[in-house]
């Protein structure tokens, strides 16, 4: 099917991660960085070339566009989503690809930066790359193929679609977000206008690996008032809200911090500290995988919190949490087709699938529970948010034969 079909997810992918599309968390706009619409022009304009004649982005930088049905069924409609921003963790200006060809195994030393490597033995799946080609950054800054490998993996897939018409398919909707890096994916998305039945995110990891369970997430907001005085008459006066609010942090246990928990294990972690002698604010993300936990977490930290500001008279805290998204396992077990036909599509690119659960959150978590019911499959994306972000081109093209055959296994179930 694909034997002789000429890829363009690579030459896509190269060009969309030049354009600097990193978000902000502390602006309050959407997008909240205007730099996202230079991509987002590029893409309604190359989907418009495609064939997709009503591709077009709108004044909140989402980009909408529809491939039409070729089908007499009556078939779900189906979404693909990918985001366009960038990490805030790590520099997207000026992106340097570098493709390593026919990878031999070994460590993978950044050219412009040689104390950035990309070693064999810190990530597994360079072990099943052997022979593949590799991009990877050149050391100064991210890649960005969390999550431009997703964009350019939906409009390779895209371009296959068009130009096979005896694939049968119904209406396929392409949306592409900013904003998800810092949480705000879908906020202004039209779910009415984009008029799908259940979606897909491209933005996952390993190759096969189809993510069908994501962390609930909590923000809690700690703000701390001390009561300050001179330093030079501060006996037995002062309360220091910033040494309060290292004592605090230091008593969260170790084990239930990001260092050192894996798999289903949750965590609470101080993303962002900020103040003075007289007030501190502490910003943290707390995850799990059930709701109850991560109550219990929540409940834990605020009992710290008690614990500490209890010793000293004149201090005080408030304790504001912020439902962020929640583990969209329980929209989706609901309608097991949808995991169901992305199994099969993997199995049809001669991939064995693997049913997974990712320590994060997509788009498509906040999409489930807004009535657009949507898993996350792999995109071939690793070591995202640093400047050791890698990934395969072999792991990108299966991915645009995932969406194909995903594509085709809806018709043919209708």
């Given amino acids: 099917m694909f034997s002789s079909y000429k890829y363009t997810v690579t030459e896509r992918f190269l060009r969309y991660v030049k354009i600097d599309t990193q978000s902000d968390p502390t602006s309050k706009t959407t997008p909240s960085t205007e730099k996202q619409k230079n991509l987002g022009k590029i893409l309604a304009e190359e989907l418009k070339q495609m064939g997709l004649n009503d591709a077009h982005m709108d004044d909140h930088c989402y980009v909408y566009a529809t491939l039409p049905a070729n089908t007499t069924k009556k078939v779900p409609v189906i979404c693909f989503c990918s985001h366009m921003d960038t990490s805030p963790d790590c520099s997207g200006l000026n992106v340097n690809p570098v493709i390593n060809e026919k990878y031999k195994g070994g460590d993978i030393v950044l050219k412009n930066d040689k104390t950035q490597v990309i070693r064999f033995d810190e990530h597994d799946d360079l072990k099943n ?21 997703g964009l350019a993996e939906i409009m390779d897939a895209m371009h296959y679609l068009i130009n096979h018409p005896e694939i049968k398919h119904g209406a396929i909707k392409v949306l592409f977000t900013p904003d998800e890096e810092i949480g705000r994916g879908v906020d202004k998305v039209d779910l009415k206008k984009l008029g799908a039945d259940f979606a897909y995110t491209m933005d996952g990891e390993n190759l096969g690996h189809i993510e069908n369970e994501t962390f609930s997430a909590d923000g809690v907001t700690l703000t701390i008032n001390g009561f300050p005085t001179h330093p030079g008459f501060a006996k037995n006066k002062m309360q220091h809200a910033m040494k309060i609010a290292a004592e605090i942090i230091s008593l969260i246990p170790k084990d239930k911090t990001p260092e050192t928990t894996e798999g289903k294990q949750p965590f609470m972690h101080p993303v962002a500290i900020n103040g003075g002698l007289e007030q501190v604010v502490i910003k943290f993300i707390i995850r799990a995988f059930d709701t109850p936990t991560l109550h219990s977490l929540e409940a834990e930290l605020k009992a710290i919190a008690e614990k500490v500001t209890g010793k000293y008279s004149k201090c005080s805290f408030t304790f504001d949490v912020q ?10 077990d609901a309608n097991p087709k949808i995991v169901d036909y992305a199994v099969e599509a993997v199995k049809r690119t001669g991939v064995k699938p693997v049913l997974s659960s990712i320590r994060g959150g997509t788009d498509g978590s906040r999409l489930s ?11 071939g994306e690793h070591a995202f948010h640093s400047k050791q972000e890698w990934v395969s081109v072999q792991d990108m093209q299966k991915a645009v034969e995932t969406i194909v055959h995903l594509s085709a296994i809806w018709e043919e179930k209708a």
Avoid: H, W
């Fill in 369 to 379: 529970f807004m009535g657009l019911p949507c898993p996350n499959i792999f995109a």
């Fill in 323 to 332: 439902e962020q998204y929640r583990n969209f396992k329980e929209v989706l």
């Fill in 129 to 149: 790359q052997i022979g593949n080609d590799i991009i990877t950054t050149d050391g100064t800054t991210l890649l960005g193929a969390d999550n431009k490998s």
